[in-house]
């Protein structure tokens, strides 16, 4: 199973709003403004990034720069953010992105970390035993508590690099 981990605005990533400004190569590239939460100190040039929901198909594109400093602005909910500006260069063909505007709302995935042939678990079965993440397993028709220990993981999956085999039933 392939599995990937993409940041997009909190401590369990998911997507994130944000807004895109042309850059000062607005022929290759855009600025987009991130909340700076979470995973985010951990995004770093080279990194795949996926633009969706702004109208048209899902865009390629890469990070080039994270600025060094951040700003504050306040939420429409009235919580103010740390926000940092992130400089993405598009890798899909031009024209698929070239009708993405000034200021438009996105979604972006930044991809954090992924592999091939991991073992996961949905973190809803997953739950605290002491000190150490544990889920049950079904072993002779009854269900059994197992500790594991959990590497990676996204809003949906936890890769589990020990305690668990691949097509166990949980």
Not at 74 to 89: P, Y
Request: charged residues 25%.
């Amino acid at each position: 199973r392939r599995a990937r981990v993409a940041a997009a605005g909190s401590a369990v990533p998911v997507p994130r709003q944000v807004s895109v400004k042309p850059s000062a190569v607005p022929r290759t590239s855009r600025k987009c403004t991130y909340a700076m939460w979470g995973p985010r100190a951990r995004i770093t040039a080279g990194m795949a990034v996926s633009i969706e929901g702004w109208g048209g198909t899902p865009l390629r594109a890469a990070v080039r720069r994270v600025e060094p400093s951040a700003f504050t602005r306040i939420s429409a909910l009235g919580i103010e953010e740390q926000r940092v500006n992130v400089l993405i260069d598009f890798t899909s063909p031009r024209e698929h992105w070239e009708k993405l505007g000034h200021g438009y709302q996105v979604e972006a995935r930044v991809v954090l970390w992924q592999a091939d042939d991991v073992v996961t678990a949905p973190l809803t079965a997953l739950f605290r035993d002491g000190d150490a993440w544990a889920l049950f397993v079904k072993e002779n028709g009854r269900a059994t508590l197992r500790r594991v220990v959990v590497a990676h993981r996204n809003s949906i999956h936890a890769e589990i690099i020990e305690g668990l085999a691949a097509g166990e039933d949980i």
